[in-house]
């Protein structure tokens, strides 16, 4: 059974949760910003991935 941070999330999901837009969210994964693969055309993330840099972006916004 896989574990409930295992989900995979799609550009839309993950823009809803850093508050991006999905085009933003697609070209950080391309850029390998934000971990991510492709399954087909569409980049797919794991919602573990997205908490961790959730949490990265939050600590650097506290520093500023």
Do not use: C
């Given at each position: 059974m896989a574990d409930k941070d295992d989900i995979l999330l799609n550009s839309r999901e993950v823009a809803f949760m850093?508050?991006?837009?999905?085009?933003?969210?697609?070209?950080?994964?391309?850029?390998n910003i934000?971990?991510?693969?492709?399954?087909?055309?569409?980049?797919r993330f794991r919602k573990r991935d997205i908490t961790s840099v959730?949490?990265?972006?939050r600590g650097i916004n506290a520093a500023a």
């Open positions: 850093l508050d991006l837009s999905p085009d933003t969210v697609n070209e950080f994964a391309r850029r934000i971990p991510a693969f492709k399954k087909g055309r569409q980049w959730k949490r990265q972006l």
